[in-house]
């Protein structure tokens, strides 16, 4: 079945410091993943997809099918990227799976 | 620029009434859905719909029915509400039958609690 796992629910950073979070995948066939996220008292919003290979708010996600990830990364984290993320799979074109979502929380 | 509105921020119920969630988008989308979201459990997808009367089961339809008489306003319905379905309903579009590479528009979410 598919499956998105996100293992950490609450990560800390300091400002400045990288932040990777984490999202595995089970899937049969071609993967589409994505980043979503929502900042307090804001909607959930598409932070970026793996297929237009881009990098937003100093954000990536590289798609690595041989471990099945797709951690996002930021090499300098800013308060303001405080927020719940969720990684998400598209599940053959029907709708999206998503993962239980990470919490991260940048201290100042 | 709200694209996807849902009726109600915040909706306080008592067990067994019958609750009616409101969705309606205005980027002519084929394609609805209504998730709800818990801690620790993230999203799960209840029903969606590709088209005008149209619906499909998700992951958790138990307890849950769903209404789209008109492409731009899909309702998620809870036929006799309980306490376990207290959460944050989320009603969300996309532009595709394949949703690969468009993604999800969001509606702010309505927070229901069932006493």
């Known amino acids: 079945a598919q499956r998105v796992t996100q293992p950490e629910k609450l990560l800390s950073v300091f400002k400045g410091a990288p932040v990777e979070l984490k999202c595995n995948y089970s899937y049969s066939g071609s993967p589409e993943l994505f980043w979503y996220v929502q900042y307090s008292r804001q909607r959930l919003q598409l932070l970026l997809r793996?297929?237009s290979r881009e990098s937003i708010k100093g954000f990536t996600a590289d798609l690595n099918k041989g471990e099945t990830s797709f951690h996002l990364k930021k090499p300098f984290a800013q308060e303001e990227d405080s927020a719940m993320y969720y990684c998400?799979?598209?599940?053959?074109?029907?709708?999206?799976?998503f993962g239980p979502g990470t919490r991260l929380s940048v201290l100042p | 620029d709200v694209k996807v509105t849902q009726s109600s921020r915040y909706l306080v119920k008592r067990t067994g009434e019958k609750v009616f969630l409101e969705c309606v988008q205005d980027m002519d989308h084929e394609n609805m859905f209504w998730y709800r979201q818990d801690p620790g459990l993230g999203l799960r997808l209840i029903y969606f719909?590709?088209?005008?009367?149209?619906?499909e089961k998700g992951d958790i339809p138990e307890g849950y029915s769903v209404s789209r008489e008109k492409k731009e306003r899909f309702s998620l319905i809870l036929e006799s509400a309980s306490t376990n379905q207290t959460s944050m309903y989320l009603c969300a579009s996309s532009s595709s039958v394949l949703t690969g590479g468009f993604g999800y528009t969001f509606g702010s979410g309505t927070r229901l609690t069932v006493v």
């Open positions: 998400a799979l598209d599940n053959y074109g029907q709708n999206f799976v």
């Open positions: 793996h297929i």
């Open positions: 719909s590709y088209d005008v009367k149209m619906k």
